[in-house]
């Protein structure tokens, strides 16, 4: 069995009048990201994992912010095009864990629908996507709110 792990990380800032958009939901929100593209964050961190898990380099190789043929594109078309190159390397995921880091916006209510969205563009289920949220205790730039974070981290298995 040919098991690859992929850390991804991102982060964008926050600024009022800006749209939130976090998992492929539109939060709704007083700040949202300031971004080439729809500044999903967790989408963002989530491509980097499979990217990286595959050795495809990260989403700024692949999209890269200087291109404005991505300008406001939607992540969820980024995160379905990132794994559509995963499944031509022959991987399909096993699993994805990932943690957002924001002071606000409460998020748990949210959790299950962004599960949801990133299970069906990975062709998954949402028992494999783990999604969970946390302050930083009003420290660093997320807990000044500043900006938002996401590690996530994918275990993809090579199928033959």
Same mark, same amino acid.
């Given at each position: 069995?040919?098991?690859?792990?992929?850390?991804?990380?991102?982060?964008?800032?926050?600024?009022?009048? %800006?749209? &939130?958009?976090?998992?492929? !939901?539109? +939060?709704?929100? %007083?700040?949202?990201? @300031?971004?080439?593209? /729809?500044?999903?964050?967790?989408?963002?961190?989530?491509?980097?994992?499979? &990217?990286?898990?595959?050795?495809?380099? /990260? @989403?700024?190789?692949?999209?890269? /912010?200087?291109?404005?043929?991505?300008?406001? =594109?939607?992540?969820?078309?980024?995160?379905?095009?990132?794994?559509?190159?995963?499944?031509?390397?022959?991987? *399909?995921?096993?699993?994805?864990?990932?943690? +957002?880091? $924001?002071?606000?916006?409460?998020?748990?209510?949210?959790?299950?629908? =962004?599960?949801?969205?990133?299970?069906? !563009?990975? /062709?998954?289920?949402?028992?494999? @996507?783990? #999604?969970? $949220?946390?302050?930083?205790?009003? &420290?660093?730039?997320?807990?000044? %709110?500043?900006? *938002?974070?996401?590690?996530? *981290?994918?275990? #993809?298995?090579?199928? %033959?």
């Amino acid at each position: 069995m040919n098991l690859r792990i992929g850390l991804g990380y991102d982060v964008h800032q926050l600024a009022e009048g %800006e749209e &939130l958009w976090l998992g492929g !939901i539109l +939060i709704p929100h %007083e700040k949202g990201t @300031i971004a080439h593209s /729809d500044g999903d964050v967790l989408l963002h961190a989530v491509c980097d994992a499979l &990217l990286g898990a595959a050795g495809l380099r /990260d @989403i700024g190789y692949h999209f890269p /912010d200087t291109e404005m043929a991505f300008k406001n =594109m939607d992540s969820k078309k980024i995160l379905a095009s990132v794994y559509k190159k995963i499944r031509e390397k022959g991987f *399909i995921l096993v699993n994805l864990d990932a943690t +957002i880091s $924001a002071q606000r916006p409460k998020l748990k209510d949210w959790i299950p629908a =962004m599960e949801n969205v990133i299970a069906d !563009i990975l /062709d998954s289920s949402e028992k494999f @996507i783990n #999604i969970k $949220a946390t302050t930083t205790e009003k &420290l660093g730039f997320e807990g000044r %709110e500043e900006g *938002i974070s996401v590690q996530a *981290i994918v275990l #993809i298995q090579k199928v %033959e």
